[in-house]
């Protein structure tokens, strides 16, 4: 929906669970000096500024990225991709998923491909301003990684993140990564979800395990980062995932049960 803009959530306890494992994710195959594509169909704006007024409006960093920095020591590929960012554009600032991609991707002997969509039309002038080089398309994303399915290189990863504000995104989900899928089969599909108080994630996530059985399933859960609020817990689903995937999320899972709210 073209209401929704991630600066208010940015540097969440949903991001820490997201970027943590993503960040790994492009760091594992980075290591292969094999080219790689990179598709994300919600990029976002990019670069979020934590000190701003919508990021302290809900205070979300400061429970989420600000209150579990020590979880990651400076080898850990999340952190690298943290200090990128801030030794770039100052402390304040936090990377959305495409310059967490970004901090990975080669663009020297081996060339990786790079594939963002954003419909919200000031989402997208911050995207194209935070990342100049990227392939940049106004578009609805889950088509945009239809139409260039399979991509090449056929080695790569598909983040796929809508903002989950209505109940189509949840029912369009399955569908979508069935057909991604069928056309990409080598691709690694990441998607991640909110877990909301009201449930409504539930008959989705049934739907993924009954469809990826071998996915790496990884849900955490934390307490709401203001009361009232919704989302208590954040989700992934991972297609194809390669090998020691499931070792980083129990890794961070085991970092999330210690938190408040984080049983249950």
């Known amino acids: 929906m073209l209401a929704y803009q991630h600066v208010f959530h940015a540097g969440n306890l949903a991001d820490v669970h997201k970027h943590a494992a993503l960040a790994w994710l492009m760091d594992y195959m980075a290591a292969k000096p094999k080219p790689m594509t990179y598709i994300e169909t919600h990029a976002g704006r990019g670069l979020y500024d934590l000190s701003g007024p919508e990021a302290q409006k809900t205070g979300e960093a400061q429970a989420g990225i600000a209150a579990v920095n020590d979880w990651f020591d ?4 999340y952190a690298r991709a943290l200090s990128q960012t801030r030794a770039q554009y100052g402390d304040v600032f936090y990377p959305g998923s495409p310059l967490i991609a970004q901090a990975f991707l080669r663009r020297g002997d081996v060339q990786d491909s790079y594939h963002l969509a954003e419909l919200h039309p000031a989402e997208a002038d911050h995207l194209e301003r935070a990342l100049p080089h990227a392939r940049i398309r106004r578009e609805d994303g889950p088509q945009m990684a239809l139409s260039i399915a399979p991509p090449t290189p056929r080695r790569g990863v598909a983040v796929i ?9 949840y029912d369009a989900m399955p569908k979508f990564l069935r057909a991604l899928h069928k056309k990409w089969n080598v691709g690694v599909l990441f998607l991640w979800y909110p877990i909301l108080t009201t449930g409504v994630q539930g008959a989705m ?3 993924l395990r009954g469809d990826w059985p071998d996915a790496v399933h990884s849900t955490v859960r934390f ?10 817990g954040s989700g992934l689903c991972i297609i194809n995932p390669p090998w020691g995937m499931a070792d980083r999320m129990a890794w961070i899972e085991a970092r999330f049960a210690a938190l408040p709210g984080g049983q249950g």
Do not use: L, N, T
């Not at 307490?223 to 208590?232: D, E, I, K, L, S």
């Open 205 to 207: 996530q049934r739907q």
């Open 223 to 232: 307490a709401p980062a203001r009361p009232g609020h919704g989302m208590v």
């Open 161 to 169: 993140d809508p903002s989950f504000e209505g109940k189509a995104d």
């Open 74 to 77: 400076a080898a850990d590929p």
